[in-house]
């Protein structure tokens, strides 16, 4: 006979509701990994999105993504003329921020050569870019529809979105737009007319906007992609780093701090739903004195007593588990951040909550052990 | 006080058992040398005012609390002779003895049958059997038809006739009761001691019943007085009553 089915069965008012309660808990803490997992996955998206061989960057820096790499425009042909380079393409990235209507709506703008690595690597609608002005392909998180205008930059230039990307974000979680390299250039370096007429009054020189953050590279399988980076590296305002090398800086540096805040986070939510499981462990424990008394007195052995505790403890922390993940997996498309469940991930997490569901136990647990039988005589 | 010798054994015997509790000036002396025997088919009462050592006594019987001297014998089994001689007394317990409380004490989560199977599930009983079992007991204590009723569902008497047939479960020859009737009016009280006097005779048990109901007084077979842990004397005024083989004349205190 389960007794901690039947305790169950009989208070089952009690424990779907404490199992929902608890199950809003861990669904924070998946939500909290899956958080963690879609921000590296969408950094890691945008860096494999051109899934270049080498990325060439300005001397001494770890950019385009960890810092900032500024190199002039001609050098991708300088980087085309290397032994074993294939394909080069120009890249830029910025952040923008603009309105639609009254919403303001934030973008992280990649510039890139038409027909050259580095633009968007598949459209779920829409066509690829085919004019060099004002068209753009957007992310669909953004919520923008196809043909729709998006004003941006210092000159109210009006983007027409020709096509859409999809799952397309950067760590931070801002939707990524493509427009063609002299758009970026434009967005990124032209200043504003009256500074511009500002600038050319007090005799200034011309802003140089023939730059860009990256050349991106696709090597050719017959050479090492180290010796390209070795011949790019001879230039002295040259680095180079291989994907390899570019992945890793994007989740070793750039969303470390928010891997870390995560897991402080998820490390607080698992001691807070502990410390929950325990106390309403040992409520349910102090409920059933007398019946734990009655039960021992009438010759159950402890192990019969710790298995209705611990059944219990189990019970609701693996419902309230199973309760979260469904929770989370049916409305996470609604979260504002891409929540990516790992199953990996979700197994570790369960095994975290079986090892505190029976640590939480143990405080009934000692409890239940040390009830005497003699308690059950006498009112 | 040892009752007198006879031809069938004593299920419980006790002899010259002492308990205390705590040292030097807080020391409380719970029994002195107690000496009793109940045969099969007694019904038996422990009387006395609070702290008076009765329930100490029925613990001490029921193997729950050991004593810090003496000898107890259970259904010709020597369980404590100075200390206890067997370490499984949670299966001593679930063979020998069967417990019956003051307020009934069914598990809330389970219903009348599965308060009843439980016992036996403890001992090792497969579920069918147990149940079979179960069903049965209610059916001879007259409670069959609320077989499937929770214990919020049923009345004082029922409930008390639903822990009798649990403490019968194990067919145990010794029966422990923490003041049966208290929970209970006269008229059902009479009906649980009616019960308890079929169960000694038809089982062939002993019952020892701690109690303060004076109501029931006349429907004890022997009515032990204890006072400042003595076993002071046998008050019972039904010595005429049948116990099969044995009557209240029987018995010296």
């Not at chain 1, 598949?122 to 085919?130: N, P, Q, S, T």
């Not at chain 1, 205008?149 to 931070?172: C, D, I, M, Y």
């Amino acid at each position: 006979m389960n007794l901690a089915y039947r305790d169950t069965k009989h208070n089952l008012l009690r424990f779907i509701l404490t199992c929902f309660g608890l199950s809003l808990l861990l669904g924070i803490v998946i939500t909290m990994t899956g958080i963690y997992r879609g921000a590296l996955d969408d950094a890691l998206r945008l860096v494999r999105a051109t899934s270049p061989d080498l990325w060439v960057v300005e001397a001494g820096t770890n950019g385009p993504f960890a810092e900032s790499s500024r190199i002039a425009g001609d050098t991708r042909e300088m980087v085309a003329r290397i032994y074993g380079v294939e394909r080069a393409g120009s890249v830029t990235y910025q952040s923008a921020q603009t309105k639609i209507g009254n919403l303001p709506l934030r973008l992280f703008i990649v510039g890139f050569e038409l027909d050259r690595p580095g633009g968007p690597r598949r459209l779920v609608a829409g066509r690829e870019i085919m004019r060099n002005h004002y068209e753009m392909i957007a992310d669909r998180s953004a919520g923008l529809a196809l043909g729709e205008e998006v004003p941006l930059g210092t000159r109210g230039h009006k983007f027409t979105v020709v096509g859409l990307t999809q799952n397309e974000l950067t760590s931070a979680g801002d939707p990524v737009a493509y427009v063609t390299l002299l758009d970026a250039q434009a967005l990124q370096f032209e200043l504003a007319p009256p500074i511009t007429r500002r600038e050319a009054s007090r005799g200034g020189a011309s802003v140089n906007s023939d730059l860009v953050n990256a050349v991106v590279a696709k090597i050719s399988p017959y050479v090492s992609v180290n010796d390209v980076a070795a011949a790019v590296s001879r230039w002295k305002h040259l680095s180079a780093l291989s994907q390899e090398q570019q992945e890793t800086l994007v989740t070793r540096f750039v969303i470390e701090k928010q891997r870390k805040q995560i897991a402080l986070f998820t490390v607080l939510l698992v001691i807070v739903s502990a410390v929950i499981i325990a106390l309403i462990v040992y409520t349910l424990t102090m409920d059933k004195l007398r019946s734990i008394a009655t039960l021992k007195l009438i010759g159950a052995s402890d192990r019969t007593i710790i298995g209705l505790i611990v059944q219990q403890a189990l019970s609701m922390g693996v419902c309230g588990f199973l309760i979260g993940l469904a929770l989370v997996a049916t409305f996470r498309g609604y979260f504002p951040r891409r929540v990516i469940l790992v199953p990996d991930d979700i197994a570790i997490l369960f095994a975290i909550v079986v090892v505190v569901c029976l640590a939480a136990s143990s405080l009934g647990v000692r409890i239940a052990v040390k009830v005497d039988p003699a308690t059950a005589l006498g009112g | 006080m040892i009752t007198k010798a006879n031809e069938q054994a004593p299920l419980v015997r006790i002899e010259n058992v002492s308990k205390h509790f705590g040292t030097g000036d807080t020391r409380v002396d719970a029994l002195r040398n107690v000496s009793l025997e109940i045969y099969p088919r007694q019904v038996v009462a422990l009387l006395g005012p609070s702290g008076s050592g009765k329930t100490t006594l029925l613990n001490c019987i029921g193997c729950i609390l050991e004593p810090n001297s003496g000898r107890i014998t259970l259904d010709g089994e020597l369980v404590y002779d100075g200390r206890w001689l067997r370490s499984d007394l949670r299966r001593l317990r679930l063979e020998k003895i069967g417990f019956i409380f003051q307020f009934h004490n069914l598990l809330p989560f389970l219903d009348s049958t599965d308060n009843v199977a439980v016992a036996l599930d403890l001992a090792g009983v497969n579920a069918k059997t147990a149940r079979a079992r179960a069903v049965e007991l209610l059916d001879y204590l007259e409670v069959g038809h609320r077989k499937h009723a929770m214990p919020s569902k049923l009345s004082g008497g029922e409930a008390q006739r639903v822990a009798i047939a649990r403490a019968l479960a194990n067919r145990p020859r010794i029966i422990l009761a923490d003041e049966p009737t208290a929970a209970l009016d006269s008229h059902r009280s009479g009906i649980v001691m009616d019960l308890l006097r079929k169960v000694a005779i038809d089982q062939d048990a002993a019952i020892i019943a701690v109690t303060h109901d004076d109501k029931i007084f006349d429907r004890f077979d022997h009515i032990f007085q204890l006072r400042d842990g003595r076993l002071e004397r046998d008050v019972s005024t039904n010595s005429d009553r049948s116990l099969g083989s044995k009557t209240f004349s029987d018995i010296t205190v």
